[in-house]
């Protein structure tokens, strides 16, 4: 008796697997996000992510230039502002680090990519929330969704071509379209951070933007333990006019993002975060995991389990080993 069936007919040349691959990850699927700082002099490492840094004003312009060029199919901008304040001003202030830094980027590469801001109040507060609190401390959604306009405005005001709002407020995606059509700017889009939850995987971000949160985020972000509500989260931002939807973070919640991917009419994307960047940096740095097979398979994982983009800090690098 000779197995009837064998797989192993189709792995036998690397031609022969090339022909069969489902799954292919392409530089333009990529965004890269990147740290601008206000007042920095010289770029500065993150020492939770080695090899990401955060920009000043001019190396954010030639490194954004760099990776348009090594071919991602987009940029995604945080702000880390040198003055903070409970209502997060410095993000709607055309001076603030934030929209300084999409102007320079619009000038410099005009459409040439997808110029994405972070539309959320969490860089710019002083006690870390993503949103502006009430009297008694909790947030206040219903005034966060004010400033999440003014916000969104701003950012389309200075260049964004996409805001990204990740604040996980209820109504966020009707408010902030409602305001970007009511400024003229019918064309910003949203990419709304649909799916988001409450992960202990922020960590490195959260020295990244050199985030001042005291406590959690479990008020408005999701519970790991659930899925179910991942998918009404991804309805009402589809209803409420979402031109993309994204899973956060993706390695761990690959269940989800392909959930979401089988049931969205508009590109799905997920987010490969600093804790995921940080743990194969972490082991490729003990010589645990191989890191260039690391990365790319990783990535590969979450284009197979649905997503159209792919947030990640690897973005230049990968699309560099791609076009190989
Ligand atoms: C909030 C925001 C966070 C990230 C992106 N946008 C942090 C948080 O929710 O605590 C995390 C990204 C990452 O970990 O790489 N503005």
């Known amino acids: 008796m000779y197995p009837l069936h064998r797989p192993r007919r189709l792995r036998t040349t690397p031609a022969m697997r090339r022909l069969v691959s489902e799954t292919e990850v392409r530089p333009r699927q ?29 190396s954010l312009r030639k490194a954004a230039v760099e990776a348009v060029q090594a071919g991602v199919g987009g940029l995604m ?38 110029l994405m801001s972070d539309c959320c109040l969490d860089e710019f507060t002083d006690h870390g929330h993503c949103g502006v609190l009430a009297a008694d ?42 305001a970007l059509d009511a400024a003229g700017f019918t064309d910003t889009g949203i990419l709304a951070y649909a799916v988001k939850y409450a992960s202990a995987f922020y960590g490195p971000f959260r020295e990244a933007v050199e985030s001042q949160l005291a406590g959690d985020r479990k008020t408005y972000q999701q519970d790991p333990a659930n899925a179910r509500e991942a998918m009404r989260e991804v309805q009402l931002d ?3 006019g979402a031109d993309m939807v994204m899973v956060k973070p993706a390695l761990l919640y690959l269940d989800v993002l392909r959930a979401v991917a089988e049931v969205s009419d508009v590109p799905v994307a997920a987010y490969q975060i600093s804790g995921e960047y940080a743990m ?35 973005a230049v690098e990968a699309a560099r080993w791609l076009d190989r």
């Open 238 to 240: 589809l209803a409420e």
């Open 137 to 178: 401390g909790t947030v206040d959604n219903d005034a966060t969704l004010q400033a999440y306009g003014e916000l969104a405005v701003a950012q389309a005001r200075a260049g964004a071509h996409v805001v990204g709002p990740s604040g996980m407020m209820d109504g966020q995606i009707a408010f902030i379209r409602n």
């Open 77 to 114: 901008l945080f702000g880390v502002p040198a003055e903070r304040d409970a209502v997060g001003s410095a993000g709607t202030d055309p001076d603030g680090v934030l929209n300084v830094a999409l102007n320079d980027l619009r000038a410099e590469l005009g459409d040439s990519t997808v």
């Open 280 to 314: 194969i940096e972490a082991a490729a740095r003990n010589g645990w995991l191989d890191r260039e097979r690391s990365i790319l398979e990783s990535l590969t994982s979450i284009r197979r389990a649905g997503a159209d983009i792919v947030l990640t800090y690897w």
């Open 30 to 58: 990529l965004v890269l996000p990147m740290f601008v700082k206000e007042g920095l002099t010289e770029p500065s490492e993150i020492s939770s992510m080695p090899g990401v840094l955060q920009h000043t004003r001019d």
